[in-house]
């Protein structure tokens, strides 16, 4: 059988050297790539996330209750209280058909101040700068207002108004006296820092006295032409008449604004200003105005 000759020896010699090289190479590789890896970067840790809370305001909500000093200057109309006493002593006549003498004025406007007193309790609801409640007042004070005319008014008719050629009226009195009263107010505000500006309506319940008093006299003739003589008084004339009431009942609407001012998480300062404005009596129109500070305590 023929044999296949080798490579030549000097060949083999390369090829083994080639293959001790590969091995040397191979071992060296683990500890040279240890030896020159790149350092290794410490992964970043995420900070944590930080929560964000609502806003905080003055706490406002709940229940609270006080007490106040006010000043108070009420102003009462009269002009027409007279009215229905003259109304009343000509009633029936055609001087008052035709004429209307009781639309004279003899008493006009007048006005009065007093120091008072009072109280507060309320609830308020609050939306984080927002405040809605309702609240109860009550205030004592000593209020008398007071008018009146010395002298008189008078109407001649000529031809007469029936048998009448003239009506006085006058001198008149009038006289409004108020020491208590509350309200049921529902007011709103808008937190700013420790201060709450607020405003308010409400209703206004009151006890007050009152009393007017004219004189009405007429002078009469029996003639049916000029010039209307003899004159004489009236049958029934002069007249006096008078109206009041004491502890009458008063109501009306109240409207104003103030500032709590918080001192301490449940002590506030208030301060206010407030028109009230009562219902008509006897022709009487009543209106107050006040301004008031106080102290209050939050629950």
């Known amino acids: 059988m023929p044999t ?11 090829l083994r050297r080639i293959a001790c090289a590969l091995a040397i190479f191979a071992a060296a590789t683990p500890a040279f790539a240890e030896d020159f890896s790149a350092p290794s970067i410490p992964p970043i840790e995420a900070l944590p996330p930080r929560p964000v809370g609502p806003a905080t305001f003055t706490r406002w909500s709940g229940f609270y209750l006080g007490g106040d000093f006010n000043y108070t200057s009420a102003h009462t109309d009269f002009s027409n209280a007279t009215g229905p006493l ?11 058909t035709q004429y209307a003498p009781s639309q004279l004025q003899t008493l006009g406007q007048a006005s009065a101040n007093a120091f008072g007193y009072g109280g507060f309790l309320g609830y308020n609801v609050q939306w984080q700068d927002v405040i809605t409640g ?29 048998s009448v050629t003239s009506v006085t009226v006058g001198p008149s009195t009038g ?36 009393g007017v008093s004219t004189n009405v006299d007429a002078t009469c003739t029996n003639a049916t032409s000029a010039p ?6 009236c049958a029934g004339f002069p007249l006096a008449p008078t109206a009041g009431q004491n502890d009458a009942l008063l109501y009306g609407v109240s409207v104003g604004a103030g500032l709590d001012w918080a001192l301490t998480p449940n002590l506030f300062l208030r301060s206010e200003l407030e028109f009230i404005q009562f219902a008509s009596i006897s022709n009487l129109s009543v209106s107050l105005f006040t301004g008031r500070v106080g102290l209050g305590f939050k629950f």
């Open 175 to 210: 006289r409004f006296d108020i020491t208590d009263y509350g309200e049921i107010r529902g007011r709103a505000g808008y937190i700013v820092g420790n201060l709450l500006p607020y405003g308010f309506v409400g209703v206004v319940v009151g006890m007050g006295d009152y």
């Open 228 to 233: 209307y003589t003899p004159v004489f008084t």
């Open 134 to 162: 309702v609240e109860a007042t009550y205030t004592h004070t000593s209020l008398s207002v007071s008018s009146t005319s010395s002298g008189a008014v008078s109407r001649m008719f000529t031809p007469p108004a029936g």
């Open 86 to 96: 003259i109304a009343t002593s000509l009633q029936d006549t055609v001087v008052e």
């Open 4 to 14: 296949i000759p080798g490579p030549p020896q000097s060949t083999a010699r390369r």
